[in-house]
């Protein structure tokens, strides 16, 4: 007999078409951080209570057993918090916050096969207590990761840190922003990219009681950042946190996409263009391909999409949280949490 879920799911495709993806579980765990190395290798983190776990795919149809990477006590899992991950051609790097507010960083050596012992990204202990960091690879094995700080005068900024050994240093943490009302948006997700020596970090700002998406964006590797930019035409006046911090993607010539929500609205814009309307939702991400723009996220339960041969919005799978990863050959790989497992499929 069908679930009440199951029925709904199968009236619905009749009217909008079938499903997206075909559905591969992945492991058991929450909150799927997903990155795409220079070769085409995806790779994958979870948590599952405090255990962090890693695998990773060249096809977006198998994956290797889950390799189980470490126990960090108190490791922030849920609500969009959670491990992340960046790979370049040399190593893969891990970033993950426990609850008293330190950023820990694990590094894959990809030549010895080898994961090296947890070092702290933070240079000032206890600070990242809202448990929000983002992490992307760039050039000559380095990394950058950004995320919510309180050092100074406990209200949350930006803060950020390079490494340039493929994680296994940590250069001084650097503030890349501040709000002049005195905090930004202080529980949504910021996103980072990096293409050659750009960098763009995405976040969610509080100024004058508008919760609007801001960029950042550095030219020289992330060494030095231009002033905070609105993303968008519209503005969100709003006396709480909505804990939605959208998606980032930046294609290798430098462009970026961005998809974030505004109320219960989702909007794709990209910098000094018009917004645009795409759905009702929230927790959407985006990838651009040379087709076009493939978009997922979350509506009551389930994961939905949108792509260059399926612009309507179509069900991907029960679920939330999803994330987007480009494979070579234009293939786009999404990735979600569904009732404690994670589940992965190739959107068309």
């Given at each position: 007999m069908y679930s009440l879920l199951t029925l709904l799911l199968l009236i619905v495709n009749t009217l909008i078409g079938p499903p997206s993806i075909v559905n591969?579980?992945?492991?058991?765990?929450?909150?799927?951080?997903?990155?795409?190395?220079?070769?085409?290798?995806?790779?994958?983190?979870?948590?599952?209570?405090?255990?962090?776990?890693?695998?990773?795919?060249?096809?977006?149809?198998?994956?290797?057993?889950?390799?189980?990477?470490?126990?960090?006590?108190?490791?922030?899992?849920?609500?969009?918090?959670?491990?992340?991950?960046?790979?370049?051609?040399?190593?893969?790097?891990?970033?993950?916050i426990d609850k008293t507010g330190n950023i820990w960083a694990y590094t894959l050596v990809r030549a010895t096969g080898k994961w090296q012992k947890r070092i702290r990204v933070n240079d000032v202990p206890d600070i990242a207590k809202e448990g929000f960091v983002a992490l992307?690879?760039?050039?000559?094995?380095?990394?950058?990761?950004?995320?919510?700080?309180?050092?100074?005068?406990?209200?949350?900024?930006?803060?950020?840190?390079?490494?340039?050994?493929?994680?296994?240093?940590?250069?001084?943490?650097?503030?890349?922003?501040?709000?002049?009302d005195g905090t930004v948006c202080e529980c949504c997700q910021l996103s980072v990219a990096i293409q050659h020596q750009h960098v763009a970090v995405m976040f969610r700002n509080f100024l004058n009681g508008a919760r609007d998406m801001y960029l950042l964006q550095s030219n020289d590797g992330g060494l030095t950042f231009g002033k905070a930019e609105?993303?968008?035409?519209?503005?969100?006046?709003?006396?709480?946190?909505?804990?939605?911090?959208?998606?980032?993607?930046?294609s290798a010539d430098g462009k970026l996409s961005t998809v974030w929500r505004r109320n219960d609205k989702l909007f794709l814009a990209r910098p000094r263009q018009p917004e645009m309307e795409i759905a009702i939702g929230k927790n959407a991400k985006i990838v651009t391909t040379s087709k076009g723009d493939y978009i997922v996220f979350q509506q009551d339960g389930q994961i939905w999409s949108t792509s260059p041969s399926q612009p309507k919005p179509t069900i991907v799978s029960a679920g939330g949280y999803p994330k987007l990863a480009l494979m070579p050959k234009d293939k786009v790989l999404c990735l979600w949490e569904e009732e404690g497992t994670v589940h992965a499929g190739i959107i068309h």
């Amino acid at each position: 007999m069908y679930s009440l879920l199951t029925l709904l799911l199968l009236i619905v495709n009749t009217l909008i078409g079938p499903p997206s993806i075909v559905n591969r579980q992945v492991g058991k765990g929450r909150h799927p951080s997903v990155a795409t190395d220079p070769a085409g290798q995806v790779h994958v983190v979870y948590g599952q209570g405090e255990v962090i776990f890693y695998t990773s795919t060249r096809d977006g149809d198998q994956f290797d057993e889950p390799l189980r990477i470490d126990s960090l006590p108190g490791l922030h899992l849920g609500a969009s918090r959670g491990p992340q991950i960046a790979a370049t051609d040399r190593s893969v790097v891990i970033t993950a916050i426990d609850k008293t507010g330190n950023i820990w960083a694990y590094t894959l050596v990809r030549a010895t096969g080898k994961w090296q012992k947890r070092i702290r990204v933070n240079d000032v202990p206890d600070i990242a207590k809202e448990g929000f960091v983002a992490l992307a690879a760039g050039p000559d094995n380095s990394y950058t990761a950004a995320w919510l700080d309180l050092r100074g005068d406990k209200r949350n900024k930006i803060v950020g840190a390079r490494s340039i050994d493929g994680g296994l240093t940590w250069l001084p943490n650097q503030v890349l922003y501040q709000s002049p009302d005195g905090t930004v948006c202080e529980c949504c997700q910021l996103s980072v990219a990096i293409q050659h020596q750009h960098v763009a970090v995405m976040f969610r700002n509080f100024l004058n009681g508008a919760r609007d998406m801001y960029l950042l964006q550095s030219n020289d590797g992330g060494l030095t950042f231009g002033k905070a930019e609105k993303v968008g035409e519209g503005t969100w006046m709003l006396k709480a946190c909505p804990m939605d911090g959208g998606g980032l993607f930046m294609s290798a010539d430098g462009k970026l996409s961005t998809v974030w929500r505004r109320n219960d609205k989702l909007f794709l814009a990209r910098p000094r263009q018009p917004e645009m309307e795409i759905a009702i939702g929230k927790n959407a991400k985006i990838v651009t391909t040379s087709k076009g723009d493939y978009i997922v996220f979350q509506q009551d339960g389930q994961i939905w999409s949108t792509s260059p041969s399926q612009p309507k919005p179509t069900i991907v799978s029960a679920g939330g949280y999803p994330k987007l990863a480009l494979m070579p050959k234009d293939k786009v790989l999404c990735l979600w949490e569904e009732e404690g497992t994670v589940h992965a499929g190739i959107i068309h």
